[in-house]
């Protein structure tokens, strides 16, 4: 035994002599355990710890990937077009908002300068309004008298050319010389000689209501007339007010037909806002999909 494989035992200690030398045996500490064998923070981890955060640290650098971010041309082109769409909602939403906007302040200033005319001209708008009121009326009649008057031209051309069918297989049925008749020809007789029947009904209902709106138009145009020969002084000095009035209309009209273009335009890509933010939620699971798929 070397000398320096024994350490002597403090004087006093109360040990006997017997055991005031030990040997001490290199790589062995004094327990006995072999010297570095101390488990170290990771080692005192549980297995089932260590190995779900090695999973996790897999799936961020999985999506981190460079590879990862490419994806299908099908899909990148799906986005592409959805970006776009959500763009055009987008647009289609601010154009909408300033013609609301415009709208109201149209219909306010309307409103104030009308209240100003009125309180300026006094009553003779109110006794005025029955002749403006024939007016509006007499107008919408005429208008009526236009649709019924194509109407009733739709009728006499579609009665004409049932009435032709007709003569046609009729012709087709005489050019046959058999004592039998072809029934090709019989159904086509038939067909037309149905169609004459509904072509005459609907011509005689369309004469009818074209009669009956132009006899209204002329009764409209009759009162207009009337008025207008009572009321020649009140309806000169109300004029202002009146054409001041038919003037907001026009706008408000015009404000209100782009309102409706634009909403009737956006409403239905209003859906792809949503179908647009689920798509780019998923995009990580696009790039998966798109780096298992088959080359």
């Not at 649709?147 to 009733?152: E, N, P, R, T, V």
């Not at 209309?249 to 956006?266: A, G, P, R």
Request: net charge negative; with cysteine; charged share 30%.
């Amino acid at each position: 035994m070397e000398p320096g494989g024994l350490r002597e035992s403090p004087a006093g200690s109360g040990e006997s002599d017997a055991g005031d030398w030990r040997e001490v045996t290199p790589g062995v500490d004094e327990e006995g355990k072999p010297a570095g064998t101390e488990m170290t923070a990771a080692e005192t981890v549980p297995k089932e710890a260590r190995e779900e955060g090695e999973k996790q640290r897999n799936v961020v650098e999985h999506l981190n990937s460079p590879h990862e971010e490419e994806l299908d041309p099908r899909i990148q082109q799906e986005l592409e077009q959805l970006n776009e769409a959500s763009a055009e909602i987008n647009r289609l939403e601010l154009l909408l908002d300033d013609a609301r906007s415009s709208y109201r302040k149209i219909l306010t200033e309307s409103a104030r300068k009308l209240n100003a005319q009125s309180s300026q001209l006094g009553s003779c708008i109110e006794k005025a309004r029955p002749y403006y009121e024939a007016r509006r009326l007499a107008k919408e009649a005429q208008q009526e008298t236009q649709k019924a008057a194509l109407s009733y031209e739709r009728a006499v051309s579609m009665h004409t050319a049932a009435r032709e069918m007709v003569y046609v297989a009729e012709q087709g049925l005489l050019a046959d010389g058999t004592n039998t008749l072809d029934p090709t020809w019989q159904e086509m007789l038939n067909h037309a000689t149905a169609k004459v029947n509904e072509a005459e009904e609907e011509r005689v209902r369309s004469e009818r209501e074209h009669m009956r709106v132009t006899h209204a138009c002329q009764e409209a145009e009759a009162r207009v007339q009337m008025l207008q020969k009572s009321l020649k002084r009140l309806i000169v000095k109300s004029k202002p007010y009146f054409e001041l009035k038919a003037q907001f209309n026009h706008i408000l009209e015009v404000k209100h037909t782009q309102m409706h273009d634009v909403n009737s335009f956006s409403q239905p890509l209003t859906p792809l806002t949503g179908c647009f933010c689920v798509c780019r939620s998923t995009k990580p699971k696009c790039c998966s999909w798109n780096s298992k798929s088959p080359k």
